[in-house]
C-alpha cells in the first residue's frame, strides 16, 4: 500500500510510504484530504522527486480498467464500473409522459423550438460513459504526476459481424430491404410460424413478441420472435417471458464503442496533450506474451507500456451511481388504481443512500433503507453485510458521491494465465 501525496498549492508529487505519510501527520506537516485513495497534503512547499508514470486506459462501455505504473512498480490499479440504467430510467420517464397525455392535467403551452440536438449530441447513456471515462483519468491526474496517457479504443463492424460473408452492395441493401416495416420482416424471417409450438395449437393469428422489455432491447428484429396469439398470451399472462432467450447477442455494446471512441480521444487530448492510443489486439499479444491473467486492471497495466510492473497489494474497485431520484410516483400501480408516492426523505437517522459506513470492523455502503432506521448495507460488487442493520451500530465514514470507491486485497505477484 502507498499514500498517494500533494504539495501546498495541490499538485500530486510521488507517493510515499505509510510511515513516512504517519510522521508527517503526527509532526503537522500534512494533512489529510481524501480517504479513499487515502491522499494528504503537504504544508510546506515542496516540488518534490518525479518519475515519468504512464498511465494505461482499457476503454469499455461497461468497465473501465486503470494503471498507472512506472517502470518498476505499479502505483494504482482500478477496476471502475459504469451505469447501465440510463435507458431503462428514460424509457420509464416516457412512459410517465405518454400517460399525462391522455388524463385531464394542467395545461401546458406547446413547444416546437427545442427539438434541434447541438452538434455533437450523444445520447444520454453514451453521453455519461464518455464522461465517466474522463472523471476517472482526472481523479488519478490529481494524485500522480501522470506524464503519459495510453488509451485502448475498438472500432467495429457490426454488420460484419452478424453476416460474416457480407461485401460490396450488400453494405447499402440491409437485412430489412424489399419489406414494409420490421414486422413484415420478422414474418418472413420466421416462416409465417409460431416459433414456440411450430403451428401444433393450429391458432392462425400471429403476433410478434419482444423477448427483452422494448425498454431496454428495441425494436430491432434480433429482440423480435413470432407467436401465435395462443402462446404469446399464455406467456405474459403466466409469467414465462424468461423461457425465449435472444439468439443472437446484442450488439448495443459495440456500437456504442465505435461512437465513443473519439469522444473519449478527443476530450482527453484538449485537457491532456501527452496522449496516444492503442487497440485490443496489441493489448492481447502483449498480455499472452507476458504470461499474464484477464482482467480489466491487468489490460490497463499493459496498455502503460509496463506489463511487468510489481503489482500492488492494493486495488480500487470504483462504481458510478445515480446522484438524485426526482420521481414523484413509482411506477408500479397498486389496487385501486393508486399510484404511491415516491417521496423519501433524504436522510434517515442521519444517513442516506450510498454513505460508505463503518459495520462491525467492516466498511461497506447502504443500498437500501428504512424509515424506522434499518439500512441494507453491501459492498460495491452486490455481496451483502447485512439485510437490515440498525443505524445505531454503523459509523459513517464518507458521505455519498456518484463515483463510489472501494479499496480490496490485491495480488501482490503477478497473475500469470493457466491453461
Given at each position: 500500500?502507498?499514500?498517494?501525496?500533494?504539495?501546498?498549492?495541490?499538485?500530486?508529487?510521488?507517493?510515499?510510504?505509510?510511515?513516512?505519510?504517519?510522521i508527517?501527520?503526527?509532526?503537522?506537516?500534512?494533512?489529510?484530504?481524501?480517504?479513499?485513495?487515502?491522499?494528504?497534503q503537504?504544508?510546506?512547499?515542496?516540488?518534490g522527486?518525479?518519475?515519468p508514470?504512464?498511465?494505461?486506459?482499457?476503454?469499455?462501455?461497461?468497465?473501465i480498467?486503470?494503471?498507472?505504473t512506472?517502470?518498476?512498480?505499479?502505483?494504482?490499479?482500478?477496476?471502475?464500473?459504469?451505469?447501465?440504467?440510463?435507458?431503462?430510467?428514460?424509457?420509464?420517464?416516457?412512459?410517465?409522459r405518454?400517460?399525462?397525455?391522455?388524463?385531464?392535467?394542467?395545461?401546458?403551452?406547446?413547444?416546437?423550438?427545442?427539438?434541434?440536438?447541438?452538434?455533437?449530441?450523444?445520447?444520454?447513456?453514451?453521453?455519461?460513459?464518455?464522461?465517466?471515462?474522463?472523471?476517472?483519468?482526472?481523479?488519478?491526474?490529481?494524485?500522480?504526476?501522470?506524464?503519459?496517457?495510453?488509451?485502448?479504443?475498438?472500432q467495429?463492424?457490426t454488420?460484419?459481424?452478424?453476416?460474416?460473408?457480407?461485401?460490396?452492395?450488400?453494405?447499402?441493401?440491409?437485412?430489412q430491404?424489399?419489406?414494409?416495416?420490421?414486422?413484415?420482416?420478422?414474418?418472413?424471417?420466421?416462416?409465417?410460424?409460431?416459433?414456440?409450438?411450430?403451428?401444433?395449437k393450429?391458432?392462425?393469428?400471429l403476433n410478434?413478441?419482444?423477448?427483452?422489455?422494448?425498454?431496454?432491447?428495441?425494436?430491432?428484429?434480433?429482440?423480435?420472435?413470432?407467436l401465435c396469439?395462443?402462446?404469446?398470451?399464455?406467456?405474459?399472462?403466466?409469467?414465462?417471458?424468461?423461457?425465449?432467450?435472444?439468439?443472437?447477442?446484442?450488439?448495443?455494446?459495440?456500437?456504442?464503442?465505435t461512437?465513443?471512441?473519439?469522444?473519449?480521444?478527443?476530450?482527453?487530448?484538449?485537457?491532456?496533450?501527452?496522449?496516444?492510443?492503442?487497440?485490443?489486439?496489441?493489448?492481447?499479444?502483449?498480455?499472452?506474451?507476458?504470461?499474464?491473467?484477464?482482467?480489466?486492471?491487468v489490460?490497463?497495466r499493459?496498455?502503460?507500456?509496463?506489463?511487468?510492473?510489481?503489482p500492488?497489494?492494493t486495488?480500487?474497485?470504483?462504481?458510478?451511481?445515480?446522484?438524485?431520484?426526482?420521481?414523484?410516483?413509482?411506477?408500479?400501480?397498486?389496487?385501486?388504481?393508486?399510484?404511491?408516492?415516491?417521496?423519501?426523505?433524504?436522510?434517515?437517522?442521519?444517513?442516506?443512500?450510498?454513505?460508505?459506513?463503518?459495520?462491525?470492523?467492516?466498511?461497506?455502503?447502504?443500498?437500501?433503507?428504512?424509515?424506522?432506521?434499518?439500512?441494507?448495507?453491501?459492498?460495491?460488487?452486490?455481496?451483502?453485510?447485512?439485510?437490515?442493520?440498525?443505524?445505531?451500530?454503523?459509523?459513517?465514514?464518507?458521505?455519498?458521491?456518484?463515483?463510489?470507491?472501494?479499496?480490496?486485497?490485491g495480488?501482490?505477484?503477478?497473475?500469470?494465465?493457466?491453461?
Amino acid at each position: 500500500m502507498v499514500v498517494y501525496v500533494i504539495n501546498r498549492q495541490g499538485k500530486p508529487l510521488m507517493p510515499c510510504s505509510p510511515r513516512k505519510a504517519r510522521i508527517l501527520l503526527k509532526q503537522q506537516k500534512a494533512k489529510v484530504v481524501k480517504r479513499t485513495p487515502f491522499t494528504i497534503q503537504l504544508f510546506y512547499g515542496s516540488r518534490g522527486y518525479r518519475q515519468p508514470v504512464s498511465l494505461g486506459v482499457d476503454a469499455g462501455t461497461k468497465h473501465i480498467g486503470l494503471s498507472a505504473t512506472t517502470e518498476t512498480r505499479v502505483l494504482f490499479e482500478g477496476d471502475v464500473q459504469l451505469r447501465t440504467d440510463i435507458p431503462q430510467l428514460l424509457a420509464t420517464r416516457l412512459q410517465f409522459r405518454r400517460a399525462r397525455r391522455s388524463r385531464t392535467t394542467r395545461y401546458r403551452k406547446a413547444r416546437f423550438l427545442n427539438r434541434k440536438k447541438s452538434k455533437g449530441w450523444l445520447a444520454p447513456s453514451v453521453q455519461h460513459k464518455v464522461d465517466s471515462h474522463l472523471k476517472v483519468v482526472q481523479l488519478v491526474h490529481r494524485i500522480f504526476p501522470v506524464t503519459k496517457i495510453t488509451v485502448e479504443v475498438a472500432q467495429f463492424d457490426t454488420q460484419l459481424l452478424k453476416n460474416p460473408s457480407i461485401k460490396g452492395e450488400e453494405y447499402q441493401q440491409g437485412e430489412q430491404m424489399g419489406f414494409w416495416n420490421v414486422r413484415e420482416y420478422v414474418l418472413f424471417r420466421d416462416k409465417h410460424t409460431c416459433q414456440r409450438c411450430k403451428g401444433k395449437k393450429k391458432d392462425n393469428i400471429l403476433n410478434v413478441h419482444h423477448i427483452e422489455s422494448r425498454k431496454t432491447g428495441g425494436d430491432s428484429p434480433d429482440n423480435l420472435i413470432t407467436l401465435c396469439e395462443t402462446c404469446h398470451n399464455e406467456i405474459h399472462q403466466k409469467g414465462l417471458e424468461h423461457t425465449i432467450k435472444r439468439k443472437t447477442q446484442t450488439l448495443r455494446d459495440v456500437s456504442q464503442m465505435t461512437v465513443m471512441r473519439w469522444f473519449i480521444y478527443n476530450g482527453l487530448k484538449e485537457r491532456y496533450p501527452h496522449i496516444q492510443l492503442t487497440y485490443g489486439y496489441i493489448t492481447k499479444n502483449t498480455r499472452i506474451t507476458n504470461g499474464l491473467g484477464k482482467s480489466h486492471e491487468v489490460d490497463a497495466r499493459c496498455i502503460s507500456g509496463y506489463p511487468l510492473a510489481k503489482p500492488m497489494d492494493t486495488v480500487y474497485h470504483l462504481k458510478f451511481v445515480r446522484k438524485n431520484n426526482r420521481q414523484l410516483h413509482k411506477a408500479t400501480i397498486s389496487k385501486g388504481g393508486k399510484r404511491k408516492s415516491n417521496k423519501a426523505e433524504r436522510f434517515v437517522k442521519g444517513f442516506q443512500l450510498f454513505d460508505k459506513v463503518l459495520y462491525e470492523g467492516q466498511e461497506c455502503f447502504i443500498f437500501g433503507r428504512r424509515s424506522s432506521g434499518y439500512f441494507d448495507i453491501r459492498k460495491l460488487d452486490g455481496t451483502k453485510i447485512h439485510a437490515s442493520a440498525s443505524y445505531k451500530k454503523l459509523t459513517r465514514i464518507e458521505y455519498a458521491r456518484t463515483l463510489l470507491i472501494e479499496r480490496r486485497k490485491g495480488d501482490s505477484s503477478p497473475t500469470y494465465a493457466t491453461a
